[in-house]
């Protein structure tokens, strides 16, 4: 089994490249998605992040109003990391029992948007960062997701660098041109993943 773990800042096109790698036969692991999961209605989870950051965190239907807890903790690094605190051992508890099903000649693709935050490089056989500039990544944030460039820049500084995420990688996907440019390049890092996993 070959573990990767894919990054990428907000914005980067990081879950475009995941989508493509899954369509190709890798066994992806969405960090997010698990972390949904995790603060889900009647969760323990979500038990502990209302008694943190109080009901107001809710929705009408009880379900967790990610926006709203977005605009207390990432503004707030101290609040960030309570957060944090809550998710991230649930997240790994959960992402160890699906790596554990996982046949043994698997390319194990693991998304995980806070890889370097984290000092979660040494888990991985090798790291994948999805890489483009600041500006593009603020563009995207404006355009696609209809995020105000406020928010999308505090989001982005709330990461690791471009530098830092750079130097954790040992493979990094350009996606600072169009996403019909990704398809080329991911096919590359596919070819030379499976090529890792045959000798691993």
């Given at each position: ?27 992806v ?42 605009a ?33 000649d ?37 355009e ?45 890092v ?11």
């Open positions: 089994m070959l573990r990767v773990g894919l990054t990428g800042g907000i914005g980067s096109g990081k879950s475009e490249v995941a989508r493509r790698l899954a369509a190709s036969g890798a066994l692991i969405d960090a997010d998605a698990i972390a949904r999961e995790v603060v889900e209605p009647g969760t323990p989870g979500l038990a502990e992040v209302v008694a943190e950051f109080g009901a107001g965190v809710l929705d009408a239907d009880g379900r967790l109003d990610r926006p709203r807890l977005g207390i903790v990432f503004s707030d690094t101290a609040k960030l990391e309570r957060l944090n605190g809550i998710v991230h051992p649930r997240v790994a508890e959960r992402t160890e029992e699906l790596m554990a099903r996982a046949p043994g698997a390319v194990v693709v693991y998304d995980v948007p806070l890889l370097v935050e984290n000092g979660l490089q040494g888990m991985y056989d090798l790291v994948v960062v999805v890489d483009a500039p600041e500006e593009v990544r603020v563009r995207r944030l404006v696609d997701r209809g995020m105000p460039e406020e928010q999308a820049r505090a989001r982005i500084a709330a990461q690791a660098s471009r530098e830092e995420r750079l130097a954790a990688a040992d493979i990094v996907v350009d996606n600072a041109g169009p996403i019909g440019d990704l398809d080329a390049r991911v096919a590359e596919d070819k030379e993943l499976r090529a890792r996993a045959d000798r691993a």
